[in-house]
């Protein structure tokens, strides 16, 4: 199948620091890719889209200038967590799109547990 | 947004036993997915069905789906120890790529 790869898988930082997680899908490309935020024993929180060549696209209540996306190639995708405080601490998690639009089968990072002190 | 509602929350059953979770959801929806989710890892895709589908099976899973009450179910069969993580469903709907995720169902199979 096809694979995909968030780095990195744990960080821990200070607070008013940021932090960059990458995420990659190695064999295939991806034109769209997903980020999600999951707390402890809670489902998956889509926080927003990120088309290569283009802006993200956030949803509701979810800071831009906060989790900046960037999706600079058919491969990569990045979400930096600005000047992080201790309510940021979660496990996030992409997903790339294979295929065109609808085909609807996303390949998941194994995902990135952040961790600001 | 979450859009699904799962139940039971957890559910605990011994090796061998069926194991059922319950999904159900809001609007019209392009396709429903399960996924498998082990204590702080990634997420694994099991299975799709789509909404003209009502049943559809893979090796010891069996999803139902009900368009008219919104609701759909993941059946695992001859649960196993390994069988024990958190199982989630989600939603496609029509004219979005995003995939929306329910509450999910945390599984524990006692050997």
């Known amino acids: 199948g096809a694979v995909v790869s968030q780095h990195p898988s744990w960080v821990i930082c200070k607070s008013g620091t940021s932090v960059k997680i990458e995420c990659r899908s190695l064999d295939f490309q991806a034109t769209t890719m997903f980020w999600y935020r999951q707390f402890p024993k809670q489902s998956l929180m889509l926080m927003a889209t990120s088309n290569e060549g283009s802006k993200a696209t956030y949803e509701q209540g979810v800071e831009k200038d906060k989790f900046l996306i960037n999706h600079a190639s058919l491969t990569l995708s990045t979400l930096t967590v600005t000047s992080a405080h201790p309510e940021d601490s979660s496990f996030y998690i992409c997903?790339?799109?294979?295929?065109?639009?609808?085909?609807?089968?996303?390949?998941f990072g194994e995902g990135s547990r952040l961790t600001v002190l | 947004s979450q859009q699904g509602e799962e139940d039971p929350q957890a559910l605990s059953i011994q090796e061998g036993e069926n194991a059922t979770m319950n999904c159900s959801y809001k609007?019209?929806?392009?396709?429903l997915q399960w996924y498998r989710q082990n204590s702080g890892r990634g997420l694994v895709h099991l299975i799709l069905i789509r909404s003209n589908e009502r049943e559809k099976h893979s090796g010891r899973l069996r999803v139902t789906l009900d368009t008219s009450k919104k609701s759909s179910s993941l059946l695992i069969t001859a649960s196993r120890a390994a069988d024990t993580a958190s199982y989630f469903c989600?939603?496609?709907?029509?004219?979005?790529?995003?995939?929306?995720f329910g509450t999910g169902t945390r599984l524990q199979v006692f050997p």
């Open positions: 989600a939603t496609l709907s029509y004219n979005t790529d995003k995939l929306i």
């Open positions: 609007t019209s929806i392009n396709n």
């Open positions: 997903s790339a799109q294979r295929g065109g639009s609808g085909t609807g089968e996303l390949f």
